[in-house]
């Protein structure tokens, strides 16, 4: 019990500090928003390339992303989380760029419930063949299986995030797992 | 994808995080500069006392500069006020005789004190870094040591100089944020375990 209380505080402590950037970086402090950015790089970074499957892109989308959350710092509400401010600016940068490059999202009308324990494959394997596998999903199937696969969201911020009725999100996920399934099976993303 | 060895079942399992393969501040620091220009006619101006109620090591930092400008000025322009110092005291020289700047001896040695206090401090969090990320910090350190003695070479050869003395402060001011990011930022990553 100790030790959950003593998480908590941690916890709480970090928020602080991560707070008190945010005061310094809305002041126009440069260097509080390169500590901001220094600690929440890799996972914008992460999701951008999950979602565009370029190197280029994404290290393009995730400078816009920072970018663009510098100029919208004042509309950062306090004691909510940064990472997940950072995602959803970081989202409609790659949707917005999808747009201009004329790659609509694909998705599917039937709605299934999302059961993350069900993500579960029957064999373990490597994580390049489970990436390889996320990649070759269409895109809207990648999107939600990233978002809430990956990093946790629930159907509801994963479609908000998105812009797609929270039902579309179910149904592109259930279609997402089953692809992932078959192609880790029959050995397609290898 | 980087090539990964690990076996997984589930997406769940797969790192959130994947740093970029270089380093993206400098384009996103350029980009914001002109951001910055525009925040700093628009923001709001604020209490110095609550700006440093924010981050203390800033105002620690902010208080050490001035302490470093007066002390400089001090040696340069002020009237030699001078004090005997005590035998085996800092400044005593064989004997005792010698006359050394109050000023500048007092300013000397809070700035000592400061700054030794911080790298101690900070001496620990570097132990405890993964070591590419002990290496940049050591090398900041580093470049800020080499332009320092340099500056203050320098300053020996033309002790007038004001802008060899800014830059002198400017180096102590810059040392000062880069151990207290340290202190901060890995002292906290430290704490929750990351």
């Given at each position: 019990?100790?030790?959950g209380?003593?998480?908590?505080?941690?916890?709480?402590?970090?928020?602080?500090?991560?707070?008190?950037?945010?005061?310094r970086a809305?002041?126009?402090?440069?260097?509080?928003?390169?500590?901001l950015?220094r600690?929440?790089?890799?996972?914008?970074?992460?999701?951008?390339?999950?979602?565009?499957?370029d190197?280029?892109?994404a290290?393009?989308?995730?400078?816009e992303?920072?970018?663009?959350?510098?100029?919208?710092?004042?509309?950062?509400?306090?004691?909510s989380?940064?990472?997940?401010?950072?995602?959803?600016?970081?989202?409609?940068?790659?949707?917005?760029?999808?747009?201009?490059?004329?790659?609509?999202?694909?998705?599917?009308?039937?709605a299934?419930?999302?059961?993350?324990?069900?993500?579960?494959?029957?064999?373990?394997?490597e994580?390049?063949?489970?990436?390889a596998?996320?990649?070759?999903?269409?895109?809207?199937?990648r999107?939600?299986?990233?978002?809430?696969?990956?990093?946790?969201?629930?159907?509801?911020?994963?479609?908000?995030?998105?812009?797609?009725?929270?039902?579309?999100?179910?149904?592109?996920?259930?279609?997402?797992?089953?692809?992932?399934?078959?192609r880790v099976?029959?050995?397609?993303?290898? | 994808?980087?090539?990964?060895?690990?076996?997984?079942?589930?997406?769940?399992?797969?790192?959130?995080?994947?740093?970029?393969?270089?380093?993206?501040?400098?384009?996103?620091?350029?980009?914001?500069?002109?951001?910055?220009?525009?925040?700093?006619?628009?923001?709001?101006l604020?209490?110095?006392?609550?700006?440093?109620?924010?981050?203390?090591?800033?105002?620690?930092?902010?208080a050490?500069?001035?302490?470093?400008?007066?002390?400089?000025?001090?040696?340069?322009?002020?009237?030699?006020?001078?004090?005997?110092?005590?035998?085996?005291?800092?400044?005593?020289?064989?004997?005792?005789?010698?006359?050394?700047?109050?000023?500048?001896?007092?300013?000397?040695?809070?700035?000592?004190?400061?700054?030794?206090?911080?790298?101690?401090?900070?001496?620990?969090?570097?132990?405890?870094?993964?070591?590419?990320?002990?290496?940049?910090v050591e090398?900041?350190?580093?470049?800020?040591?080499?332009?320092?003695?340099?500056?203050?070479?320098?300053?020996?050869?033309?002790?007038?100089?004001?802008?060899l003395?800014?830059m002198?402060?400017?180096?102590?001011?810059?040392?000062?944020?880069?151990?207290?990011?340290?202190?901060?930022?890995?002292?906290?990553?430290?704490?929750?375990?990351?």
């Amino acid at each position: 019990m100790a030790d959950g209380g003593t998480a908590g505080a941690r916890a709480v402590a970090v928020a602080d500090i991560e707070d008190a950037l945010v005061a310094r970086a809305r002041r126009g402090d440069a260097r509080a928003f390169e500590r901001l950015y220094r600690e929440h790089a890799g996972r914008v970074h992460g999701l951008c390339l999950r979602m565009a499957r370029d190197p280029q892109l994404a290290e393009d989308y995730t400078q816009e992303t920072f970018i663009r959350a510098w100029r919208a710092l004042d509309r950062f509400e306090a004691r909510s989380r940064m990472s997940t401010w950072l995602h959803r600016i970081a989202v409609n940068v790659i949707l917005e760029r999808r747009r201009r490059r004329d790659l609509p999202l694909e998705f599917v009308e039937d709605a299934a419930e999302y059961d993350r324990d069900n993500d579960t494959l029957d064999t373990p394997v490597e994580e390049a063949e489970l990436e390889a596998a996320i990649g070759s999903l269409p895109p809207g199937a990648r999107d939600v299986l990233t978002l809430c696969g990956i990093y946790g969201y629930t159907h509801g911020e994963a479609a908000a995030m998105l812009g797609i009725a929270e039902g579309t999100c179910k149904a592109q996920l259930h279609r997402a797992r089953a692809l992932v399934r078959a192609r880790v099976a029959s050995g397609e993303a290898r | 994808m980087n090539e990964h060895e690990r076996k997984v079942a589930s997406p769940g399992e797969l790192p959130q995080e994947i740093p970029p393969a270089r380093d993206l501040w400098p384009g996103i620091a350029a980009a914001i500069g002109a951001a910055d220009d525009v925040r700093a006619v628009t923001a709001p101006l604020e209490p110095a006392r609550r700006r440093f109620a924010v981050h203390p090591l800033l105002g620690l930092a902010a208080a050490i500069s001035c302490v470093a400008v007066g002390m400089w000025l001090g040696r340069v322009s002020a009237p030699p006020v001078t004090v005997a110092a005590a035998p085996g005291e800092p400044g005593a020289a064989p004997g005792g005789a010698a006359p050394v700047p109050a000023a500048s001896l007092a300013l000397d040695a809070r700035f000592d004190r400061a700054r030794e206090e911080l790298l101690r401090d900070v001496a620990e969090r570097l132990a405890a870094l993964p070591p590419e990320s002990r290496a940049k910090v050591e090398a900041s350190l580093a470049d800020l040591q080499r332009a320092r003695t340099d500056i203050e070479a320098a300053l020996g050869r033309d002790p007038g100089n004001a802008l060899l003395q800014a830059m002198l402060v400017n180096s102590y001011q810059d040392e000062m944020r880069v151990l207290a990011a340290v202190r901060d930022t890995w002292g906290y990553q430290e704490d929750v375990g990351a």
